[in-house]
């Protein structure tokens, strides 16, 4: 399995959470019917608005589905955080820690 560093971690103005992989692109991780799509302009995978899920169980699902075709996706030191609360980010941290 591929592994490769999240480069950028952020909440947009609409409210989504966009992971951008250092490296990897996934514009068929539709398929995997997870609600994670690609977004080739921003080189992002995103999540929609969260609704019942929270923004630490969207990057989970992200970190999923990114595994479902083949790629692990990790947190490293330079990784950097848009628009993302402190408190959000350290459940991401959590949530990193537990696929390691």
Known sequence: MQRDAIADIEI??????HVVPASSTFPYIYREAMEVHWN???SSLYSPVPREWSYARWFEQIIAAAR??????HLTASTSWRNIPESVKAEFLQVAAGHV
Do not use: I, K, N, Y
């Open 40 to 42: 080739p302009e921003r």
């Open 12 to 17: 947009d103005a609409t409210g989504q959470l």
């Open 68 to 73: 479902e075709q083949g790629c692990l996706l």
